[in-house]
C-alpha cells in the first residue's frame, strides 16, 4: 500500500529519550503528528560521491552525524577498512517531502571496526559532516520490541548538482517475512536474525525504471511516534542473479540499535535515540558489540551491496573488490575452462583423425600394390588342377 505524503507525516512525531550512561534518562519534547507540517522538521539524507548521488541514504542522528552503510564507502583494502581517501564524500539533506535543508562535505567516514565485506557483518558506518550553523536532532528507534509497524522509504535527488529531490518512495509494510526462507539465502542472516530484518520489497531505480532495487530505510513505529531504526545492508538473489533479473530476491537491512554505543565512543556525546516502556529497556552498552560473522557463504547465491545505482562499476561483492572470487564467479571460470579444454580435445581429435585417415590411404596404395603382384595362386583340390587331371587321364589310357 503506497502511503506517500501520508507515510512521512506519521514519521515526522517522535518520542525520544537521549541514550546516555547506566540510570540517566532525558525526556524532550514530546512532538506529536498533527499534519504535514509537521515534514517541514522532518529530513532525510542520502550519500554522495565526487559529486554524483548514491542509493545509500544516511540515518541522521545530528546536524553533523549520521550512520551509513559500510559497504558504501570506497576502500584501497575493505578487509583491512583502509578508506580511499580520494573519493570525495557529502551529504545532501532534505527537509520534508522535496524540500532542500542543505548539502555538506563530509569531514570523516569510519566504518564500524567488526565491518566484514565478504559476509557484510556489522555492515554500518558513521559519517561526520559540515554543517551551516543550524542545529537539529533526529532519532534513532532503539528498541526492536517498540515496533507494531514498519514503514518503508527510499529518497533521491532529481538533480544532485542543485540538490533538487524527488518525492520518496515509501510504503508500510506489517507481513511477516518466511525467516527460514531468508535464512537459506544468507548464512549472515541466519545466525544473526535479530541484528537484521529481511524481506522481498523493491521498487523501480531512479537510473533504470525496469530495475527495482529494496528501499533505503525502515523506520520503527509504535503510535503515535516513529524513527528510523534500520538501513539496507545487502541482498541475495537466487541462482547467481542479476538484482535486475527475474530471480527471487532476499533484502536485509541492518538494526542500528545495536550500534548506538560505538557511535556515541566516537561522537564523544549521547545518541539521540526513541523507545517507549522505559522500564523494560534494556540497550546493548558494549561499544565494541559484532554480529555472529559466518565462515562460509550459500553456493549459488549473488550477493549485492553498497551503491546499487552503479552496480556496473561497483558491484557490491566486496569479495571481488579484495581480488577475491565469488563461489558463483569460480564456477563460471571452472565451467568456461572445462568448455575450453573440450574444444581443444574436439579440434585435436579431428586433427588425428584426418592425419590416420590419409596414412591409412598412404598405406593402401603402397602394400596394396606389393600384396596384389606377390599373392600366391589359389590351388584347389587335385581333381579340379588342370595338370592333375590330365596326368590322371594318360595313367587311365595307358594302363589299358
Request: charged share 15%.
Amino acid at each position: 500500500m503506497k502511503l506517500g505524503t501520508s507515510l512521512l507525516t506519521l514519521a515526522a512525531g517522535l518520542s525520544s529519550v537521549l541514550a546516555g550512561s547506566v540510570g540517566e534518562v532525558h525526556y524532550p519534547t514530546l512532538f506529536r503528528r498533527n499534519g504535514t507540517e509537521d515534514l517541514q522538521s522532518f529530513k532525510g539524507a542520502v550519500l554522495l560521491k565526487n559529486g554524483e548521488q548514491t542509493s545509500c541514504e544516511v540515518a541522521l542522528m545530528y546536524s553533523t552525524f549520521g550512520f551509513v552503510s559500510a559497504a558504501c564507502l570506497d576502500y584501497t583494502d575493505a578487509s583491512a577498512k583502509t578508506i580511499n581517501t580520494t573519493t570525495n564524500y557529502e551529504v545532501a539533506i532534505s527537509s520534508g517531502l522535496t524540500s532542500t535543508y542543505g548539502r555538506f562535505r563530509a569531514s570523516k567516514v569510519t566504518p564500524n571496526p567488526g565491518y566484514d565485506p565478504v559476509s557484510y557483518a556489522n555492515n554500518i558506518a558513521l559519517v561526520e559532516f559540515e554543517s551551516n550553523g543550524s542545529e537539529f536532532v533526529n532519532y534513532i528507534a532503539s528498541w526492536r520490541q517498540d515496533w507494531v509497524e514498519f514503514y518503508y522509504t527510499r529518497r533521491s535527488l532529481s538533480n544532485a548538482a542543485s540538490s533538487t529531490w524527488n518525492s520518496p518512495a515509501t510504503t508500510m509494510y506489517n507481513a511477516q517475512p518466511d525467516l527460514n526462507a531468508c535464512a537459506q539465502a544468507n548464512t549472515l542472516f541466519m545466525y544473526n536474525q535479530k541484528d537484521l530484518i529481511c524481506n522481498e520489497l523493491s521498487t523501480p531505480s531512479i537510473m533504470n525504471a525496469s530495475c527495482s532495487i529494496p528501499y533505503a530505510s525502515i523506520y520503527g513505529v509504535n503510535d503515535p511516534n516513529a524513527a528510523v531504526a534500520a538501513l539496507y545492508s545487502h541482498s541475495a538473489v537466487e541462482n547467481d542473479g542479476s538484482l535486475c533479473g527475474n530471480e527471487k530476491v532476499y533484502n536485509y537491512f541492518i538494526v542500528m540499535q545495536n550500534y548506538v554505543h560505538w557511535a556515541m565512543s566516537i561522537m564523544g556525546k549521547k545518541a539521540p535515540v526513541f523507545h517507549t516502556r522505559i522500564p523494560e529497556y534494556t540497550e546493548v552498552l558494549d561499544p565494541g558489540y559484532s554480529m555472529v560473522i559466518p565462515k562460509s557463504s550459500v553456493e549459488g547465491v549473488a550477493v549485492y551491496a553498497g551503491d546499487l545505482y552503479h552496480l556496473d562499476s561497483n558491484p557490491a561483492e566486496a569479495a571481488e573488490e579484495d581480488g577475491g572470487l565469488s563461489p558463483g564467479a569460480i564456477a563460471g571460470i571452472i565451467l568456461g575452462l572445462l568448455a575450453l579444454l573440450a574444444l581443444l580435445g574436439f579440434f585435436i581429435y579431428k586433427k588425428l583423425r584426418e592425419r590416420y585417415e590419409s596414412n591409412r590411404v598412404r598405406r593402401w596404395w603402397f602394400f596394396g600394390r606389393f600384396e596384389k603382384e606377390e599373392k600366391p595362386e589359389e590351388v584347389g583340390p587335385p581333381w579340379q588342377t588342370p595338370m592333375i587331371l590330365n596326368a590322371h587321364l594318360h595313367t587311365r589310357f595307358s594302363f589299358n
